[in-house]
Every structure is written in structure tokens, then in C-alpha cells.
């Protein structure tokens, strides 16, 4: 991470601690399909991520589900526990469904898996289909795209959500950083 950020610099002129709420802004959001498991995970894990190693960005964090089962719930209490072993507080998050404005409002749809991807895809208005991904695209050493559902399984399907959401999490951030290096602040492309 130092490596990409001093390398930030070199590129731009500019130390990351100095570089402006617009520089930098950036807005990520994580789906799943109940919006109580996966994603409140991935976001808290981002959150974290983005709070301990580059605090100086400005990045907008949300999450969503692409169903209606859990609006207005917090996430699923053993993910909270999960999350709370490692430091991580999902705990004020409520579930909510991807909302038609999302796909105007954020530039990184990140779907947990292939079925929340299709389903994103059909949502989404033409002009926005780039922006939806699937979430482990930043993590290929992990050899799949899936983050599978721990929600019908024991405490362990929770870690490994986590360990998962920690190495793509890693990779998406380092990503970021990658965009904001390329592309100048005022010219950067639209997503």
C-alpha cells in the first residue's frame, strides 16, 4: 500500500494526505441479495480498510440488497459477532434495497455474487452497465468470483466471508488509488 501510495505522489505531484475531498471522491457500493450478511460485511471491512490505510480519501461507503427480505434491519447478528472479533462495527448499518438513483449515485457497483450481478444488470439503466462488478474481480489470487452465503450455514461461513471481503477489500482500495493516479481529479473519466 505505501508502494501505491508514494507511487500516487511520484505521479501526480501530490502527497495523498493533501489531496482534496473532490480529488478523491470516490463512491462504492456493496450488494447482495438481503442486504443483512455479505454486503453490510464487505462495506464495514471497506470502511475499516479505507479508515486505518488511507484516511486522507474521500470515499462515500454503502451497501444494499437487491430484494426487499430484511429493509430496516441490522445485519445478521453473527455477522456482527464476526466483524466485532476483528475490530469491525457493522452494527448501526439496516439492510435497504438498491434503489433506481443508486446507479446514478455511485461509481462502483460491487455485486457478491454471479445472481445479484444479473440482477443488478437488469436494473441498471444502459448507460450505467460499467459500473456494476463483481466485488472478488479485486482479489484474482482468491481463484473465484463468488462470495458464497453464509446465512443458511454455522459461524465459520461468516469468517470466511470476512477473509474474503479483507483481500478484495485490499485489491479495490489499491484500485482507487490506481484511478485517482491516472486520471487527474477534474478530468477523470465518468464511470
Not at 129 to 136: A, D, N, T, Y
Request: aromatic share 8%; hydrophobic share 40%.
Amino acid at each position: 500500500m505505501k508502494a501505491l501510495l508514494d507511487k500516487f505522489k511520484a505521479m501526480t505531484g501530490r502527497d495523498a494526505a493533501h489531496v482534496g475531498v473532490e480529488a478523491s471522491r470516490h463512491r462504492v457500493l456493496f450488494v447482495c441479495m438481503g442486504n443483512i450478511c455479505r454486503s453490510p460485511t464487505a462495506e464495514g471491512v471497506f470502511r475499516n480498510i479505507v479508515a486505518t490505510r488511507a484516511p486522507e480519501l474521500s470515499i462515500q461507503v454503502d451497501s444494499a440488497g437487491t430484494h426487499a427480505y430484511h429493509v430496516g434491519e441490522p445485519p445478521d447478528l453473527r455477522a456482527q459477532r464476526a466483524a466485532a472479533r476483528r475490530g469491525i462495527d457493522i452494527s448501526g448499518l439496516r439492510a435497504r434495497r438498491i434503489r433506481p438513483d443508486d446507479f446514478d449515485s455511485f461509481d462502483w457497483i460491487l455485486a457478491m455474487d454471479e445472481l445479484n450481478r444479473a440482477q443488478l444488470e437488469a436494473l441498471a439503466p444502459p448507460q450505467h452497465q460499467g459500473r456494476i462488478r463483481m466485488f472478488l474481480e479485486f482479489a484474482p489470487q482468491l481463484g473465484r468470483i463468488d462470495v458464497p452465503d453464509p446465512y443458511y450455514g454455522g459461524a465459520n461461513g461468516f469468517e470466511y466471508v470476512l477473509d474474503l471481503a479483507q483481500e478484495a477489500a485490499d485489491g479495490l482500495l489499491e484500485a482507487i488509488l490506481r484511478a485517482d493516479a491516472v486520471w487527474p481529479p477534474m478530468s477523470r473519466p465518468p464511470s
